[in-house]
C-alpha cells in the first residue's frame, strides 16, 4: 500500500488550482511542536508553530490551492514523515524521499529545487545559490524565496547563510537554524 501511494517521481509540481483536501497534523520534534500538511500528493508544508505567520501560510495555501483543509490524527505520509524527522533528528537520515508538492511562483519552485542539491551537512551562501540559478544579480531575491519556502529542514533552506559565514534569517528563527547546522556537523 504504501508503495503505490509514493508511486512516481519524488518532487512534483503543480501549477493549476484543482479542489483538493488537505489534510493536517502536528509533529513532535526536539525544536518544538511542528504543522504538517499534505495533499494526496506529497506533503505541502511543514511549520514551526508560530501563531503569526502560520495562519497567513494557511490562508495562502487554502486560496493557492483552492483546498479544505481539515485535521487528521494520522495518514500514511505523516507516518512517514514522522520516521524520517525522528531519523534526522537521531543523525540516521541525511536525504528525505518523502513527496513534495511545492506550492509557489515559478521563481520560489526553481530555488527550493536549488535548495534540495545542497549536500547534508555544507552550506553555501545566497551568493553562491544565486550564481548556481545563473542569476548572479539575484541575491536578494532567491533570499527572499528561501524565506518563503513553507517546508524547511525537508527543503534545507537552513544550508545558506550570508557570505561572510553568519548566520542569517531563518523562518523559525536564528536558533533553530544553528541547531540544525549543528546537528549536521
Known sequence: MLKSYFKGA?????????????????????LGEMFAAASKKGIVMLSFLEKYTLQSKVDILKKTLDCEIIPVATNE????LKIQLEEYFNKKREKFDIPLQLVGTPFQIEVWKELLKIPYGQTISYKQQAINLAKPTAIRAVANANAQNIIPILIPCHRVIASDGK???????????????????
Not at 77 to 80: C, K, M, R, S, W
Request: charge should be neutral; charged fraction near 25%.
Open 10 to 30: 519524488f518532487l512534483r509540481e503543480y501549477k493549476t488550482k484543482t479542489r483538493d483536501i488537505i489534510t493536517t497534523t502536528t509533529i513532535s520534534t526536539p
Open 167 to 185: 548566520l542569517s534569517g531563518y523562518n523559525g528563527g536564528v536558533d533553530k537554524k544553528e541547531f540544525l547546522l549543528n546537528l549536521e556537523s
Open 77 to 80: 505520509i505523516f507516518d512517514v
